[in-house]
């Protein structure tokens, strides 16, 4: 019978394998509530638990990513979404070798700025008086950071008497600038609920917050999220837009109204790098986002089905044409849409027609029915065409929700023909090093045959399983 190997003799790279696995990512966050992602973070508590070796080695996996969110009760919302954020800073301030070990932050806090019922406002004046009591004795920096947003210093009795009371329903946003300011390796943050009219109270204590300290000096990402029931226009805060180390944003609103880009960020944004944008009302908002980054190398946009009236149709290729310049890598996501909707979206063709022109663009990842007319008559020997012609990688994504018969009208319509034809990949993209296909709209032998024929060209050639319905393994004769 085999003997029993202590777990901590198994190889580390094992462990941190399983580690990171548990370990919530960030762009999971999506899964924050889901009883999946909860059983994974339950056995890491438990790991952390199991011995001091566990402990060093699960623990910047369980604090990687932390989430704040708040009770779903609308009542009590506010009041909820005080508390996470203090029970967060009460920690960090008993253990500071907790800190670095944050690298992203989500506050996924679905309240107003401000209390908006009698009882979460009665409740948070009485949590504002019980503050220096819930809080550990703070040390010299963190004494001037609660200063700095005007919240009561434990110990200081005269700072409680002296902040004003009309001011302590703006408790959440003090304690949130507060906490960003403890969490200084934090290099990914997601905000939610502190975005709508007014923040302006939450934009000042940041203010001066970056004016008195080293404010999330690592910051490169952030989410902008507004709440999925919300109704009032996306905002963001300008002082983080501002940060001089972000280079990534990523936005996803419902967008009722339109997405303002005030002049006062443009310099923010003219550094951005990277922009992810999902958008459920079309792509109107964010032309004037795009025309202020100018340096933007990476663009991703994601189109969901309308949650409302779609403010007018938009032109895609206007708007990539104007970062021609700049842009390198693109992706349009049109997967959780309507064909109707996407369409609106594209210019009068209602197709992606400006690739070619994209001269800096390496990286492109697209549905190919959207750069052409799938059944047309000697529509795909002009199929390359249509893509940029210095790409380097090409993703082609298809559409699920349409069933088995896309797939076999993709598999019969002479994709495949034109994917075999390395020559011709050669001659009209050069520089064409790696295909990916998600999900694969082949038989199995089918793509090993066309993989064979790329590879004598140094062209790569992957496939991704498709996630649900299992069509990814469909035989097609």
Known sequence: MASKISASRLPTEVWNHVLQYLGLQLLELDLSLSSELRSRRTALRELCLTSRWFLQLARPHLYGTTVLFANRNTATAYIDGAHSVLLLTRTLANNHELRPLIRNLALLIPLPPKPTTITSFTRTMFLWDDLPTLLPPLGPADQAIFEAVGLPVPGDSMGNKREDTRDRGSLVPRLVAALLSMTYRVSGLLVQGLLTEPCQDFDQKIRKLMHAHTFLPELKTIHF??????????????????????????????????LTVSGRAAGGIARIEEIHITASTGLAPIRRLLRLATGVKSLSVTLLTPTGPVQRESDLNEMLLSRADTLESFSLDTTLCSAEHAAGQLGPLDKVTCLPRLHQLKHVSIEPHLLIDWLEVNTWPRFLNTLPPNASSVTFR?????????????????LGS??????????????????????????????????????????????QHLTGPDMATLTIH
């Open 225 to 258: 999220r507004t709440h999925p029931r919300a109704s009032s226009q996306a905002k963001a805060s300008l002082p983080l837009l501002n940060h001089p180390g972000l280079r990534s944003i990523h936005i996803a609103s419902n967008w009722n109204g339109s």
């Open 418 to 463: 034109v994917l075999r034809s390395a020559e011709r990949w050669q001659s009209r993209l050069p520089h064409v090093r790696h295909i990916h296909l998600a999900p694969l709209p082949f038989s199995k032998r089918t793509f090993d045959t066309i993989k064979e024929d790329l590879a004598k060209c140094g062209i790569t050639l992957t496939w």
């Open 398 to 414: 298809f559409v699920p929700e349409h069933g088995q018969d896309l797939l076999r009208i993709w598999a019969r319509s002479g």
